[in-house]
């Protein structure tokens, strides 16, 4: 399984765009990057995933260079309800299941 | 109904106890997953599940037992733990989605052993 690196804690301001960076130097052929965000005593929940180039959805944008060797989550004007963990993951989903690791995750403290 | 519920939401036990853990899910998914969770750590995969068969074991200790009686429901049989086992317990399931795959989590049963 490919490992993943992404900052431990970031601090930003209610309003401002956040960026949180992954790196999958070594993410194989058919693997997928998902973000899943993680409230504390809470089960995580998906956000968003790509395989390249960018994805969005209704809450944030997937920005994925075209040697996939990171990711960038990126979360527009964030609240005081967007601090939490944010995961990076990569796996692939064959034979019916996803594998994936959990990183060590970014904590992202949203501040007034 | 998007939903994973887990049961019971909090768990305290003796070493010498022996309980379970309830995992249900009604989307249709052919995929279950349980994880644990230490405080401040992330999730880490126990065992996976694919059209109820046990896919995956991460080398966990057999005082741990899954099980998948139907695709719907999946069971965490617990037997003679240690107090370093006392974690969050998280299930998952999950489908294909268009351009990807999604797990969808469970809260978590809070298991204290004692």
Redesign the interface.
């Known amino acids: 399984l490919a490992k993943t690196t992404q900052p431990i804690s970031m601090d930003s301001y209610e309003g401002q765009e956040v960026n949180i960076t992954c790196s999958h130097n070594n993410i194989a052929t058919n693997d ?1 990057i ?1 973000w ?1 965000q993680q409230f504390p ?6 956000i968003i ?3 390249k180039t960018k ?1 969005t959805n209704e809450v944030a944008s997937l920005f994925i260079p075209a040697d996939r060797k990171s990711s960038t989550l990126s979360l527009p004007r964030v609240s005081l309800s967007d601090t939490a963990v944010y ?1 990076c993951l990569v796996g692939d ?1 064959r ?11 970014t904590k992202l403290q949203v501040i007034p | 109904d998007t939903e994973v519920t887990q049961t019971p939401k909090h768990l305290v036990m003796g070493m010498t106890n022996k309980k379970s853990l309830k995992c249900e899910q009604h989307m249709g998914h052919r995929a279950m997953y349980w994880y644990k969770q230490k405080a401040k750590k992330p999730p880490e995969l126990m065992f996976v599940y694919s059209y109820e068969k046990l896919s995956i074991n991460e080398s966990v200790p057999s005082r741990f037992s899954p099980e998948c009686p139907n695709s719907s429901l999946l069971n965490l049989h617990l037997h003679a733990l240690q107090p370093e086992d006392s974690a969050l317990y998280l299930c998952a399931s999950s489908q294909q989605a268009q351009g990807g795959y999604e797990q969808y989590f469970g809260p978590g049963t809070r298991l204290t052993v004692t």
């Open positions: 997928y998902t899943y005593s809470q089960g995580p929940r998906f995933q790509g395989y994805v995961y989903f034979g019916g299941y996803q594998k994936v690791t959990f990183g060590i995750g």
